[in-house]
């Protein structure tokens, strides 16, 4: 059964024996995976305690800050670091969307990670975005993550061929991924950037493999996170929102915590909202929550990260500019951002 890849076996059971023999077929890939054993399960799961490591909490998706030649400014970089560092963040997100990965050498994507790492204080978890549009560059670039100091890799979604990236696709990226990964695996669906969701089918079958702790889901859908939270009970397996837009509705659903690109400015507030969500506080929650609304929509759908990188500006970071295509924001576009964070109370 398993000399073929996955993705044929799919094919092949899906036309002679019908969609309950592919199911079967997952079924048993599963199972292989806790019974035949995989060389790196004790990084994903503590063999004694059984838990794996603990997502729960607050992560800005660290920006990457470039000087005006358009180099990564690593000075810069490491500066928001330690002020990043004195808010009670459960880590750091480096290399996500908020990172301009798409715009970095492989070289940069793992000097950044190595910088971050050389100044985060010890306790504060790193997760590195690793995604790549093929499995095997993938796999490499979760390796050498890991060896910058990465304490799990989260992985988007290849999406160039999207027309051919189904469930089956998927499973066999996110299994091999997750199979040679040194480090704990966080699936990562963003389909405002990607065009595509990881389907709900492929996460639950992956969220049974060892090395798989949990899932960024950026699709701004409650409905899909109280599913997916709900068909992975039994599952060690652990959801984060993707937005601060909707982080109070996440946690009342039961996800863990979230990557919010608004945590680079309002950090301290974000992790505030998620004390009182934690602690059954919702009225405080929902009044803090509504506020937090249109600044985050502000920088992440209306105007993006030149958006967000002004607003660090105003809070005591360096944002700077963004790398080439992506262009700053208009005068009127900043006059627009201004209000959105002041009409709220936050200037």
Known sequence: LYSKPLVTLCA???????????????????????????????????????RRLDLRGIYPPIVTPFNQKGQVDYQQLESNVQELSKIPFRGLVVQGSNGEFVFLTSEERVEVVRRVRQVLPEEKLLVAGSGCES??????????????????????????????????????????????????????????????????????????????????????NITRIALIVHKTKNQDFQVLAGSAGYLLAAYSVGAVGGVCALANVLGEPLCNLAKLCVGGQWEEARE???????????????FGIAALKEAMGWFGYYGG???????????????????????????
């Open 12 to 50: 092949e059971l899906e036309r002679d024996e019908g969609l309950l023999l592919v199911e079967e077929m997952f079924l048993r890939r599963v199972l292989s995976w806790k019974c035949l054993g995989w060389r790196g399960f004790k990084q994903g799961r503590s063999i004694s305690s059984g």
């Open 135 to 220: 499995t095997e560059a993938t796999i490499a670039m979760t390796r050498n993550m890991a060896e910058a100091g990465a304490a799990a890799a989260m992985v988007i979604t290849p999406c160039y061929y999207r027309g051919r990236m189904n469930s089956a696709a998927f499973i066999e990226h996110y299994t091999q991924v997750a199979d040679a990964s040194p480090v704990p695996v966080v699936l990562y669906s963003v389909p405002g950037n990607t065009a595509l969701e990881l389907p709900m089918d492929a996460i639950l079958t992956l969220s049974q493999h060892p090395n798989i702790i949990g899932l960024k889901d950026s699709g701004n």
């Open 288 to 302: 803090l929550q509504y506020r937090l609304i249109e600044p985050n929509t502000a920088v992440t759908q209306k």
């Open 321 to 347: 500019l963004c790398r080439a295509p992506l262009l700053p924001l208009t005068e009127a576009e900043r006059k627009d951002l201004r209000n959105n964070f002041a009409s709220n109370g936050w200037l």
